[in-house]
């Protein structure tokens, strides 16, 4: 006798629709987050990651569901974590994003140099392509007219690159990106999520365009490829927010003189302060 595939229960913790919630992630401002397990008729299942905002008690964080929804609808990247649903459920703003299972780049490189070592370049290569090759999809896309209207992350850090154990990378945390053009005026919430990635730009409180991401993408890689810390370590806030808006990094041309002179000079560039 042929036997029906086996559903799992409902958790405690409920359900959205056809998605059952199986752990409570921590609480990114006004969004909360959740594992679950997408459940429908036939045995088939996944699992997602939902982002819930609470309409009737708080507008912002629905608002900027929303608009992370927009951008993310826009993206189709093998290196970037994809959407699969955006509604509403009992007067809630639910986004559905896919669930890549791998540890952020933060935590592997915590791990890989735990014991002092440097990190292999290969991996660094590794990672940069993946990591620029998603932000040029996000940069290079038009609107319906042919027209540039480029996604923008403004969120690029170690913390929001993911790497599978099968050495797949995915570029996640759009929560701050923005479908703009050119001439909007960038905010300052990135400066208050990663201050130590941010462009010295944004800090002048000047307009933000790929570039800003160039150069957090680049500060990621240099940090690897150096072993050291881009940003000064035990200032006060107004030091800091005066080290970043001025800082001068060393080049990779003098830092890594082994490397070919067209990658590190293709970094210098994006890490130039003006």
Same mark, same amino acid.
């Given at each position: 006798m042929t036997r029906e595939p086996r559903i799992p229960s409902v958790t405690p913790l409920g359900a959205?629709?056809?998605? $059952? %919630?199986?752990?409570?992630?921590?609480?990114?401002?006004? *969004?909360?987050?959740?594992?679950?397990?997408?459940?429908?008729p036939g045995g088939f299942e996944r699992l997602c990651t939902l982002k819930i905002a609470k309409r009737s008690s708080d507008a912002r964080g629905a608002e900027s569901l929303a608009r992370e929804a927009k951008v993310m609808a826009r993206l189709d990247h093998p290196n970037i974590v994809r959407m699969h649903d955006f509604f509403d459920h009992d007067g809630d703003r639910v986004l559905v994003l896919e669930r890549f299972s791998g540890l952020?780049?933060?935590? $592997? %490189?915590?791990?890989?140099?735990?014991?002092?070592?440097? *990190?292999?370049?290969?991996?660094?290569?590794?990672?940069?392509?993946?990591?620029?090759?998603?932000?040029?999809?996000?940069?290079?896309?038009v609107d319906q007219d042919g027209q540039p209207a480029p996604v923008l992350h403004r969120d690029v850090r170690p913390a929001n690159v993911l790497v599978a154990s099968d050495g797949r990378v995915r570029l996640t945390g759009f929560s701050f990106a923005r479908d703009v053009d050119l001439d909007e005026s960038t905010a300052v919430a990135a400066v208050y999520r990663a201050p130590s990635y941010v462009a010295p730009e944004i800090l002048r409180a000047t307009r933000a365009t790929d570039r800003a991401d160039a150069f957090s993408a680049a500060l990621v890689i240099w940090e690897m490829l150096t072993g050291r810390q881009g940003t000064q370590r035990g200032l006060t806030d107004f030091e800091l927010l005066k080290h970043l808006a001025s800082r001068q990094l060393e080049s990779l041309r003098t830092a890594r003189p082994d490397l070919p002179a067209l990658v590190s000079t293709a970094l210098d560039a994006c890490l130039m302060t003006d």
């Open positions: 959205v629709g056809p998605y $059952l %919630l199986e752990e409570e992630l921590p609480k990114r401002r006004e *969004v909360f987050e959740y594992l679950a397990r997408q459940r429908v952020s780049l933060e935590r $592997l %490189l915590a791990r890989l140099t735990s014991g002092g070592a440097r *990190v292999d370049d290969r991996i660094t290569w590794h990672v940069a392509l993946s990591l620029f090759d998603a932000l040029a999809h996000a940069h290079g896309l």
